[in-house]
């Protein structure tokens, strides 16, 4: 059996909820009209019973009325349109008298019935409604009366309301029905247009959007969704590919430079110091490329968000120490002053190996930037109730139109091209990284030939 689509599915589940509600209001249509018609029955017989009870006479303990013969000349004696049977029995439950429109015909005395309530029953295969009234004289039962009206109206009334309820009810819900499907076909448009745009979204096609629907509803919200992640999909791709770009350029630069050494080093016998400067260099670039390849595997891992954090207590001047003594033959060799500025013991909720990354980058950075015995200052202090770490250089600075791209990937400014100092531009990006993972606030200002200053606020 082929299953039902989303367009029927919605309209069959609303027709279900309908047909629920139509049959509760055609039900209470049929039972108010119901209790309405015998209630103006019984209000009919009543009113008859009101007159009757003040006409009747008992003489000798026979029942009769005061003007019987005004009685027979009444309306009893012709078929009304809904006629009035009315009938006396003595106490002893013989008949005493009977309205002329009953003929040959009599009221049957239901014994099992209560005095005064209302029941159905049968008169010449008609069906009537009838009251038996008991009748008293001195608080002594003498008799009963007995009013009775056809019901056959009644019953011809329910009987058509019925019918055309019952044939009413499957018309309605097929109408319902039709209409439902039109309205959820309607509705489920931008479902679709989804769709649609889903089949033609390829790895090369991702410029495709599913069109926003007027009305600003779930489905709305569910299309502005898939196209903010079809947008995320994209600048991931496209990151991702300049990444690659990038990362083989780089890559390929140390490997020409190593494959061209060895070229010329084979190209005729060197003596001992030339191979030895040929191979210590090639050694150098070999580290240089160990070191990008590390960078890059680090920037990867954060890039897929698989390390997880540990989060410890964390002490900011042994990091920092740490870090200076880790590169104290650059500092020796460069003529730099380290000053510290710890006024206490610092400490931080935060993960310690992801910690010292940053900060020994930001170190090796300054370092590296910095002019021979030119002064490296690192302040630590807890203003504002966050705590504050400010790495201030002496060095080449970063021009002023290069500080918004110095987080990029691969990026170096042109100046720090033009010194000749080696880098990969990878630095920076993965502090960056590591900051907003570690919820680390980082500034950087700097004016050429002045120097850098690095501000980092723990929250």
């Known amino acids: 059996m082929r299953p039902f689509s989303f367009k029927n599915r919605i309209a069959f589940y609303y027709i279900i909820t309908t047909g629920l509600l139509i049959s509760v209001v055609f039900f209470s249509i049929y039972s108010i009209v119901k209790i ?241 400067e040929k191979i210590n260099f090639c050694v150098s670039e070999v580290n240089r490329l160990n070191h990008l390849v590390d960078q890059l595997l680090l920037l990867a891992r954060f890039e897929n968000q698989n390390k997880s954090l540990k989060i410890e207590k964390v002490c900011l001047n042994a990091i920092i120490l740490d870090t200076i003594s880790r590169y104290s033959s650059s500092i020796q060799a460069k003529k730099i002053q380290i000053i510290t500025d710890f006024t206490k013991e610092y400490y931080v909720e935060n993960d310690a190996y992801l910690l010292s990354i940053i900060i020994n980058n930001l170190v090796s950075n300054a370092l590296k930037y910095s002019n021979e015995n030119a002064n490296l200052n690192i302040v630590l202090t807890d203003e504002n109730k966050n705590i504050e770490c400010l790495i201030i250089d002496s060095g080449i600075g970063i021009p002023a139109e290069d500080l918004q791209k110095i987080f990029n990937q691969f990026y170096r400014s042109k100046t720090i091209e033009l010194t000749g100092i080696k880098g990969s531009g990878l630095g920076l990006s993965i502090v960056k990284r590591l900051c907003a993972l570690l919820h680390i606030d980082i500034k950087i200002t700097s004016k050429e030939n002045i120097g850098t200053t690095v501000f980092l606020s723990f929250q």
């Open 36 to 276: 309405s018609v015998y209630s103006h029955i019984n209000d009919d017989i009543k009113s008859e019973v009101n007159k009757h009870l003040t006409e009747v006479e008992i003489k000798e303990n026979h029942i009769g009325l005061i003007h019987d013969d005004e009685w027979r000349e009444r309306e009893h004696n012709s078929v009304a349109v809904n006629p009035v049977f009315i009938q006396f029995y003595d106490e002893k439950g013989h008949l005493a008298e009977k309205s002329p429109n009953l003929k040959i015909y009599t009221l049957n005395f239901n014994r099992n019935i209560g005095d005064n309530e209302f029941f159905d029953t049968k008169l010449v295969n008609k069906s009537i409604r009838q009251i038996q009234v008991p009748i008293f004289q001195n608080d002594v039962k003498k008799g009963y009366l007995l009013v009775a009206m056809s019901l056959e109206d009644a019953k011809m009334v329910l009987h058509n309301l019925f019918q055309i309820l019952i044939f009413s009810y499957p018309l309605i819900l097929l109408v319902l029905f039709v209409i439902a499907r039109l309205i959820a076909g309607r509705s489920i448009k931008p479902i679709n247009s989804i769709i649609k745009t889903s089949n033609i979204i390829t790895k090369d096609n991702l410029k495709s959007r599913i069109p926003l629907p007027q009305n600003r509803d779930e489905l709305y919200t569910l299309s502005q969704t898939i196209n903010n992640l079809l947008d995320r999909i994209e600048n991931t791709i496209e990151r991702e590919k300049q990444f690659t770009s990038d990362a083989s350029h780089e890559l390929r630069t140390p490997l020409t430079v190593i494959k061209g050494t060895l070229e010329v080093l084979i190209r005729k016998p060197r003596n001992q110091d030339e191979y030895q």
